[in-house]
């Protein structure tokens, strides 16, 4: 996995995925495939991809905060987060550079350490404040052209766990993800 780096990104952004230490996330187009169903009365239901679910899982474990950062309000994506031991979490942030502030505003990161995954406009003034920037493979075109990295996958099919994959990579900690579920399981 790691050697898959050489051939998918340059030496520059490898480098800057070596100092993540934040991955923040839009939700909705991201996390989600952007669809919303509605049942009956306020019933609002989103479908998650286990695989990012794995992938924060991992961030976490291997020393990578995951954030959500995102402009509609839902206590789905309040259970989804605290599902995944995600605490920093800003929604109904329209405005997502004043919740970027809010969320680095305890000084434990600066912008040269966060990563940022959106895919729509509005996502765009945290695309270029962030060290490092991706979208999923259907995001606007606007987006596609402005960030560093475009998934090969769409949003909520797996973009997040490709780039929690890349940095987690870059960051030389796939040894430990081996070591640990698959040298481990073996012994």
Same mark, same amino acid.
């Given at each position: 996995?790691?050697?898959?780096?050489?051939?998918?990104?340059?030496?520059?952004?490898?480098?800057?995925?070596?100092?993540?230490?934040?991955?923040? !996330?839009?939700?909705?187009?991201? /996390?989600?495939? &952007?669809? #919303?169903?509605?049942? *009956?009365?306020?019933?609002?239901? %989103? $479908?998650?991809?286990?695989?990012?679910?794995?992938?924060?899982? !991992?961030?976490?474990?291997?020393? /990578?905060?995951? &954030?959500? #950062?995102?402009?509609? *309000?839902?206590?789905?994506?309040? %259970? $989804?987060?605290?599902?995944?031991?995600?605490?920093?979490?800003?929604?109904?942030?329209?405005?997502?550079?004043?919740?970027?502030?809010?969320?680095?505003?305890?000084?434990?990161?600066?912008?040269?350490?966060?990563?940022?995954?959106?895919?729509?406009?509005?996502?765009?003034?945290?695309?270029?404040?962030?060290?490092?920037?991706?979208?999923?493979?259907?995001?606007?075109?606007?987006?596609?052209?402005?960030?560093?990295?475009?998934?090969?996958?769409?949003?909520?099919?797996?973009?997040?766990?490709?780039?929690?994959?890349?940095?987690?990579?870059?960051?030389?900690?796939?040894?430990?993800?081996?070591?640990?579920?698959?040298?481990?399981?073996?012994?």
């Amino acid at each position: 996995m790691d050697d898959e780096l050489d051939t998918r990104l340059d030496a520059g952004l490898r480098e800057r995925l070596r100092r993540v230490r934040l991955l923040l !996330l839009d939700v909705d187009g991201v /996390l989600t495939d &952007g669809g #919303l169903f509605y049942g *009956s009365g306020d019933a609002e239901m %989103k $479908r998650f991809d286990v695989k990012d679910g794995a992938g924060m899982f !991992l961030a976490g474990k291997f020393g /990578l905060e995951v &954030g959500l #950062l995102t402009g509609k *309000s839902s206590s789905i994506v309040a %259970k $989804r987060a605290q599902e995944l031991g995600i605490t920093r979490v800003v929604q109904g942030a329209l405005d997502k550079v004043p919740a970027l502030e809010t969320i680095l505003g305890d000084g434990r990161y600066s912008l040269s350490e966060m990563a940022y995954i959106g895919d729509d406009v509005l996502d765009l003034a945290v695309i270029r404040r962030a060290a490092f920037s991706a979208c999923p493979a259907d995001a606007h075109p606007l987006v596609r052209e402005r960030v560093d990295y475009v998934c090969e996958h769409r949003g909520g099919s797996g973009a997040v766990r490709e780039v929690i994959d890349l940095i987690l990579a870059a960051q030389g900690k796939w040894r430990l993800v081996l070591e640990q579920y698959w040298e481990d399981a073996h012994a």
